[in-house]
């Protein structure tokens, strides 16, 4: 079991930035992937950024060029760092942890909420 506790969220105008913070309730360093997702009133949750315990990372395509994803595995943490914020990136954004072995274990945060004004 690992517990996932996202900070960081808030409102903010668009232009402006974020960095999202999950502190993870023990080691990281053996977990697959930590990834960031996101949901937006009425929409399904998406895949915003993962990053792998080799390091690599992967972006949803409307945030690449504008968020970084990356983890301490010795702080037990990841961050999103998140600029140039546009209103479409108001949504609940919630950690996941993803243990891979022979079968899949997802774990969750409770969300952090990200609201950008235009």
């Known amino acids: 079991q690992v517990q996932l506790v996202e900070s960081g969220g808030g409102l903010v105008q668009a232009g402006g930035s974020l960095r999202l913070s999950c502190a993870a309730s023990?080691?990281?360093?053996?977990?697959?992937?930590m990834g960031w997702y996101r949901q937006a009133p009425g929409k399904q949750r998406e895949l915003v950024a993962a990053?792998?315990?080799?390091?690599?990372?992967n972006y949803a395509d409307s945030v690449k060029g504008r968020f970084t994803i990356s983890r301490y595995n010795a702080e037990n943490t990841v961050y999103l760092q998140m600029n140039d914020l546009k209103p479409e990136d108001t949504a609940v954004y919630y950690c996941?942890?993803?243990?891979?072995?022979?079968?899949?274990?997802?774990?969750w945060g409770q969300g952090t909420q990200v609201t950008v004004s235009s």
């Open positions: 996941n942890a993803r243990v891979a072995r022979g079968f899949i274990v997802d774990y």
């Open positions: 023990k080691s990281i360093a053996s977990i697959n992937t």
């Open positions: 990053i792998t315990s080799a390091g690599s990372t």
